[in-house]
Every structure is written in structure tokens, then in C-alpha cells.
């Protein structure tokens, strides 16, 4: 508990109550980097319910959000009441605590796993019990990838999309700062002290390949707050909402 958890600093940034003192100290470097931080968190929590509901309009009735975190309002299995819901996180205790919320919940489960052995969490018993792998499924990527490398993240990815049928749909958001951007350096220095493995900044380019042959949604890959907004989003602020988001298609089975 000594050590700033990512889940943790999430949650302080949504203004929770499962933080420690460490992960004060840690959000509160990240306040002085990114003064607006809580407003980005809490875009990206609001991304999630617009995705979902757009996801359930569309017939998914199954989840698979990765990197679940704590749970705060606006879960999925709030937003779309009655769909099968399987939470992965490594994080022990965000997995413990989301239980501790779902009991007696028999569509919704927290389990723990690393996002880079995505054969564990294929492979879990949960999965097989709560998702049908022939049903088209939703596989959330929710401001994750941002704290795993390429190398982990890249074919981790691929191996979780390809196991999904034809009709799934894969939601993400992530941050995207140019590497000169002076926000990066005491970004990367703060998260070094935590449980993530690295921070990963990526180009849009990039977030659009994790995709693979997934079919982009209109409006497509965009920013956070211009993402089927519910009002007028105002003009794109890349850099006081450095944060893009997007929901993909899977329309074809790749060839062997």
C-alpha cells in the first residue's frame, strides 16, 4: 500500500475514496503536469457510457473490459443492466473491491489477470462461464493501454481481438502527447514509482493499427469529447484533452 497504484490514482482523480496517501502524492505530481487530469478522467469515464450505450443499441449483450480499475459510477454493468460483464484487472485489490460491489450479481464478475498473458484470461474458468465465444462480444480497452509497452501490448491485443467473433465490436481511449510535449517527462517519472509497467505514448496511427481489421465507427477514431457527444463538444483541444477515443467493428474472419 506503500506504492502509488494506477487504479488507486484513477480513482483519486474521479474524486473516490479508495486511495492511499502514496497515491495522493503521486495524482497530486500529475495535477502540477496536467492541472486538468480530473477533467480528463472523468471524459474518459463519460466515453464509456456513450460506448456502451451505443454498443448495447447495436445488440452486444456481452463485455470484456480490461483494465476495470476501481469501480466508480457509471460502471459497465450499470450502463447497460442485464449484459454479461467479465472485469480484468491485474491489480488485486481493484478486483477484490469490485466483487465486494457485484455480489449477487450473476452477470457481472471481476477476475484477476495480466493483460500480457491474454491466454489466462481466455482461458479462465469465468470467461468460459459468463461468455458465450460465439456471441459477439465488446472488448474495452478504457485508458489501460497507455501503462503497457508495444511489445506487450501489441500482440496481447491481437490475441484478445481475434478470439472474438464475427460482430464483436473493441472500444479504446487513450492519451496521445507528443514526446517533446513537457508534460511527458514528469508523467513517465511519476508512473515509474507505480505498479504500471511503463508509460506508452502512442500516435493516433498507432491506436488505429491495435484495431487491426476492425472497422472504425463514425466518427471514427477521434478525440475523447467528440466521440458521439450527447451536446455541442466545443472545438477539438488536444492539448487540454489530450485524450482520443474510438469503437471498431470486426465485419470479417481473417484468412488462415
Do not use: C, K
Request: no cysteine.
Amino acid at each position: 500500500m506503500s506504492q502509488p497504484s494506477v487504479a488507486r490514482m484513477y480513482d483519486f482523480y474521479l474524486g473516490g475514496e479508495h486511495h492511499t496517501a502514496a497515491d495522493r502524492a503521486a495524482g497530486e505530481q500529475i495535477l502540477r503536469a496536467v492541472p486538468n487530469i480530473r477533467e480528463i478522467a472523468r471524459a474518459n469515464r463519460a466515453f464509456l457510457g456513450r460506448a456502451v450505450r451505443h454498443l448495447t443499441a447495436a445488440g452486444i449483450r456481452q463485455f470484456l473490459d480490461i483494465g476495470s480499475g476501481i469501480p466508480a459510477s457509471g460502471n459497465v454493468h450499470e450502463v447497460a443492466p442485464g449484459a454479461r460483464v467479465l472485469y480484468v484487472d491485474v491489480d488485486a485489490e481493484a478486483v477484490a473491491y469490485s466483487n465486494e460491489l457485484l455480489r449477487g450479481n450473476d452477470n457481472a464478475l471481476a477476475v484477476q489477470a495480466d493483460l500480457a498473458a491474454p491466454s489466462d484470461i481466455l482461458g479462465h474458468p469465468d470467461y468460459a462461464r459468463l461468455l458465450d465465444p460465439d456471441e459477439p462480444t465488446a472488448l474495452l480497452f478504457l485508458s489501460v493501454l497507455q501503462f503497457v509497452p508495444d511489445e506487450v501490448a501489441v500482440p496481447a491485443v491481437r490475441t484478445l481481438r481475434e478470439a472474438l467473433p464475427v460482430g464483436s465490436y473493441l472500444a479504446l481511449t487513450h492519451p496521445v502527447v507528443p514526446p517533446d510535449d513537457a508534460r511527458a517527462a514528469p508523467i513517465e517519472a511519476v508512473y515509474r514509482q507505480t505498479n504500471a509497467r511503463a508509460t506508452a505514448p502512442r500516435t493516433a496511427g498507432q491506436l488505429a493499427a491495435l484495431a487491426g481489421d476492425y472497422r472504425p465507427v463514425e466518427p471514427g477514431l477521434t478525440w475523447v469529447t467528440h466521440w458521439r457527444p450527447a451536446g455541442d463538444p466545443g472545438p477539438a483541444d488536444p492539448v487540454g484533452m489530450p485524450m482520443m477515443a474510438g469503437v471498431f467493428r470486426r465485419d470479417t474472419t481473417p484468412a488462415p
